[in-house]
């Protein structure tokens, strides 16, 4: 559902859970040089308005034939909330263009407010928002038809994986309606806090949804199998996290912190003190962080769901990710905390743990589990912040090589094909030129492939990994001059795009959505992207 999260840790206060997450990045001085203004080069069909007037946000449904558009917005005030929070009137519109039509009032900018169905076409909002109460009534469309209200008072709503189900909570109850049809409560829950759908929900083994109940310290956690039957699995529970193949996990509380519990196909306690775990992405294997102290972080420990026993990859831990696509995770052990850096370390079901450089303060691993990029933290001719490159399946001994000096910001493609960057960097990072080289490293003598100079950032087309949404910060406002790259040619899309708005629509990509801020031309906008 929407509660997806690449590892799990315990409980943290209402507080802490209100959190701003801050990131520091250091430039090397000598790799910025001052630039003129970017332009994106060539130019596709101009964007058509489909609805004038200001915007806040536009959304798309999966098949890309809907748009949910929040206009007539006004602002929230309150203690903890962010920035340009607001209540706004959600129209509905046909992407090809037609009527605008009003679904509902007051409703909420926060992420939760204003979701699609993964599946299918079914918009979710939660109108006539009370922030005080963090409540507001769940209105459904579907398919652009009629809108419905499900329930008042809802604290939470969201979508099964693949399903238009929706499951939400209103008065601390649990309901559920299935492909559009009445709801239905689950008995046997109440004051629910949290959930999350399993594979169980669509047929599959293990439970069809994990839900606590209670306040999120000392907080109680059932499993709800595909009868719809609620039964309880244990007390003051923490986190949890359901596997493909029908295992779950969850920790308990053990005297001054948190044991992790193994339940579904084989039941176990694989750890106390235990800060993160992780399932791989096909389920065999879990991967948690135990025995922390104060002071002192929590080593990290790998188990098969299927087999007695763990091993220690790695000690002092301070994060950890799994591949997409494969049994292998990264790490960064010798975690100093107070500047989130460590040593990048790699391993897995079938590969050795090694470690690949020091100093490192984010890495991520390709999707297939045979690349680590990291940026290194370096003194050498001058501070600067490297991106390295390192073959997991290269001889014992190999050295990480470098990509780039003075780089802000990586990722591999979703193909593991290529590693995108940003480098040469100003404006405190806001003007970057964006380049690639393929995932396996430079040839000899070849340079990387530059794909935009200046650019803010850049975002992978979720069809079409060879295509990218290149944006640009302008100097005037706080909006982003927008392009589509692919092929190495970039195409104009439109300029004053409200940050954040800009997406690929279902079912080919072949248009994009969006909303202008300008004052002569605000509104929400659908451009047709080259073929």
């Not at 250091?26 to 069909?45: R, V, Y």
């Not at 929706?166 to 559009?180: Q, Y």
């Not at 591999?412 to 964006?434: I, K, Q």
């Amino acid at each position: 559902m929407d509660r997806h999260r690449t590892a799990h840790r315990r409980p943290r206060s209402r507080r802490g859970l209100t959190r701003a997450a801050a990131l520091a990045l250091a430039l090397a001085a000598a790799s910025c040089t001052a630039k003129k203004e970017p332009e994106a080069a060539g130019g596709g069909a101009p964007g058509r308005a489909l609805l004038r007037g200001p915007v806040r946000a536009v959304k798309a449904s999966a098949d890309g034939a809907w748009l949910a558009v929040l206009e007539g917005c006004n602002e929230a005030r309150g203690q903890f909330l962010p920035p340009r929070t607001a209540s706004c009137d959600l129209r509905l519109v046909p992407s090809a263009g037609g009527e605008a039509r009003r679904v509902a009032g007051a409703v909420t900018t926060l992420p939760h407010g204003l979701l699609w169905s993964p599946a299918g076409a079914t918009l979710a909002a939660l109108g006539e928002y009370d922030y005080p109460a963090a409540r507001g009534t769940l209105v459904v469309v579907r398919a652009g038809g009629a809108p419905r209200t499900l329930g008042t008072a809802v604290s939470f709503a969201g979508f099964a994986p693949g399903t238009e189900d929706l499951l939400f909570v209103a008065d601390g109850r649990l309901l559920v309606s299935r492909g559009g049809g009445e709801p239905e409560p689950v008995a046997g829950l109440d004051r629910v806090g949290s959930l999350e759908a399993g594979p169980g929900w669509g047929g599959g083994e293990g439970p069809a949804l994990l839900v606590r109940q209670g306040a999120s310290a000392g907080a109680a956690l059932s499993a709800v199998g595909a009868d719809g039957r609620a039964r309880r699995v244990a007390e003051r529970s923490g986190d949890y996290a359901l596997a493909p193949g029908g295992a779950y996990a969850y920790t308990v509380q053990d005297g001054g912190g948190y044991a992790l519990h193994l339940a579904g196909p084989r039941q176990a306690v694989l750890g106390k003190d235990v800060q993160v775990f992780a399932f791989s992405r096909d389920g065999r294997a879990l991967a948690f962080l135990a025995d922390a102290t104060p002071g002192k972080q929590g080593d990290l420990h790998l188990a098969l769901v299927a087999k007695p026993g763990d091993a220690v990859l790695a000690r002092e831990v301070g994060e950890l990710r799994w591949a997409q696509r494969a049994p292998r995770l990264a790490w960064l052990e010798r975690f100093d905390a107070r500047v989130r850096s460590g040593t990048a370390g790699a391993g897995g079901i079938d590969l050795p743990s090694r470690t690949y450089g020091a100093n490192v303060t984010d890495l991520e691993l390709s999707a297939d589990g045979k690349r680590l990029a990291f940026l290194q933290h370096t003194t050498r001719g001058g501070y600067s912040v490297d991106l390295m490159l390192a073959q997991l399946d290269a001889p014992p001994g190999t050295a990480a090589v470098q990509v780039a000096q003075g780089a802000f910001g990586f990722s591999f493609s979703p193909d593991a094909r290529w590693l995108y960057y940003r480098t040469r960097c100003v404006r405190n990072g806001e003007g970057c030129d964006v380049e690639r080289i393929p995932a396996e490293g430079l040839a000899a003598g070849a340079r990387p492939e530059r794909v935009a100079d200046g650019a803010k950032s850049f975002e992978y087309d979720p069809r079409d990994p060879g295509r990218l949404l290149v944006t640009w910060q302008r100097m005037d406002r706080d909006a982003l001059d927008v392009a589509v790259w692919k092929d190495g040619r970039l195409t104009r899309v439109d300029t004053y795009v409200l940050p954040g708005s800009a997406q690929f629509l279902g079912p080919d990509s072949r248009r994009l959505a969006y909303a202008v801020i300008h004052e002569k031309r605000q509104g929400a906008y659908v451009a047709e992207l080259p073929r």
